[in-house]
């Protein structure tokens, strides 16, 4: 089961990410979301845990919880949404002469 994990310090690693879910059970991988630019943390991430009892007992005993001042935000991921086209353009402005009024 895959859990998303909201809210977290800047200071959360992933080690430190997957040290405080695996009280509740095993868990499979623990991921903090870096921004590509700045290579900080976006402060949230994802662990995915095999169990899915193990998982519940983790959100209930982990949402809300305070975690370096931050109170935790923690719940089931949900599958990423669709954004649509990427680098498409998609819209946007006509683009060349904008013309306006010949008198």
């Known amino acids: 089961m895959k859990l998303y ?3 977290l310090s800047f200071q959360t690693t992933d080690s430190t990410l997957r040290e405080l879910f695996e009280e509740y059970g095993k868990v499979d991988s623990a991921q903090v979301i870096m921004d590509r630019d700045s290579g900080r943390s976006k402060g949230f991430g994802f662990v995915e845990m ?3 009892q193990e998982a519940q007992a983790a959100i209930s005993a982990l949402n809300g919880k305070d975690h370096d001042g931050r109170p935790l935000t923690v719940n ?3 599958p990423r949404e669709d954004r649509g086209g990427g680098r498409s ?3 946007g402005g006509r683009g060349g002469y904008g013309g306006g009024r010949r008198y």
């Open 76 to 78: 089931e991921a949900r």
């Open 50 to 52: 095999p169990d899915s």
């Open 89 to 91: 353009g998609g819209g």
């Open 5 to 7: 994990v909201g809210n």
